[in-house]
């Protein structure tokens, strides 16, 4: 089934059909594996089109480093690092720009900016006016699940529905329309263990319950390392293949920060679901 992700400046992007990558843009100088090395605006908006050049439809804009123990910035120097980056990228036959904050202001210059959509990390439950931002300018919205700052629930999809059911109405409460939504799992934050994230990568398929369209977020993540042995930036290969198994468990959009191999890949999955009957002609 095709659904339809309303997002601001009048665009929009069809899901379902074919996967859709997300490339992942740092502008940080201490990213978990890419950290400074598109901390300069212009080598950002390089690689941000080279992503697109490789197949990716959305770059993804981000000025703080979410990894674990990271350094918390400054509302003000996230903005200076990526305001610039978005106003470059964006324009008419730019691509379609998403802009990874919790701040509610820093997501509303964003948008004035040229982004399209607003990709909160910590769910609208940090910063619950980040919704109103998203209604306000008719953004698209991805609330992520983290387990970060709370105590969670033993079982790994049940603290998922309590989580993202608790955002879903904080977005309601808003105004965000449903068709303006996108669920992450988060996976890596606060999923301590190789065998949580696991786990959670073998249940995903639970989370089409919720009803919206969903992310993946696996990219070079520590549990692809402990199963892979390698390095974050030797990660390409192992993600890759957690994009294939979540895109056979009702994935849409992947977060990558190797655009190509993913690309690869997720053409792949999907000719073979093209391929599948119709379960309703069963």
Request: net charge negative.
């Amino acid at each position: 089934m095709t659904r339809r992700w309303q997002l601001a400046h009048g665009r929009h992007l069809d899901l379902g059909g074919k996967a859709v990558v997300v490339g992942i843009v740092n502008v940080t100088p201490d990213s978990f594996s890419d950290g400074g090395l598109f901390e300069a605006p212009e080598r950002a908006v390089a690689q941000a089109r080279r992503m697109v050049e490789e197949g990716a439809l959305v770059v993804d804009v981000g000025g703080e480093s979410t990894r674990p123990g990271a350094a918390p910035v400054s509302a003000e120097e996230e903005q200076a690092r990526i305001l610039p980056v978005i106003e470059a990228l964006a324009g008419p036959g730019g691509p379609l720009i998403s802009v990874d904050t919790y701040r509610a202001e820093t997501a509303r210059l964003a948008v004035a900016a040229g982004a399209h959509i607003v990709n909160d990390v910590w769910g609208l439950q940090r910063e619950p006016g980040i919704a109103g931002v998203a209604a306000q300018t008719g953004a698209g919205l991805i609330i992520m699940h983290t387990g970060r700052g709370r105590e969670r629930l033993a079982d790994v999809i049940a603290d998922q529905f309590a989580f993202l059911e608790k955002s879903l109405e904080i977005a309601r409460q808003h105004g965000v329309g449903d068709d303006q939504i996108v669920l992450d799992a988060g996976f890596g934050f606060a999923k301590e263990t190789a065998e949580e994230n696991l786990d959670l990568m073998a249940r995903f398929g639970e989370l089409n319950a919720l009803g919206f369209p969903l992310m993946a977020g696996t990219s070079r993540k520590r549990f692809i390392g402990t199963v892979t042995g390698r390095d974050p930036a030797d990660r390409a290969a192992g993600t890759a293949a957690t994009s294939v198994i979540l895109r056979l468990k009702g994935a849409h959009l992947f977060r990558v920060h190797d655009v190509a191999i993913n690309v690869d890949a997720l053409a792949v999955a999907d000719a073979m679901l093209a391929r599948q009957p119709d379960p309703a002609e069963r």
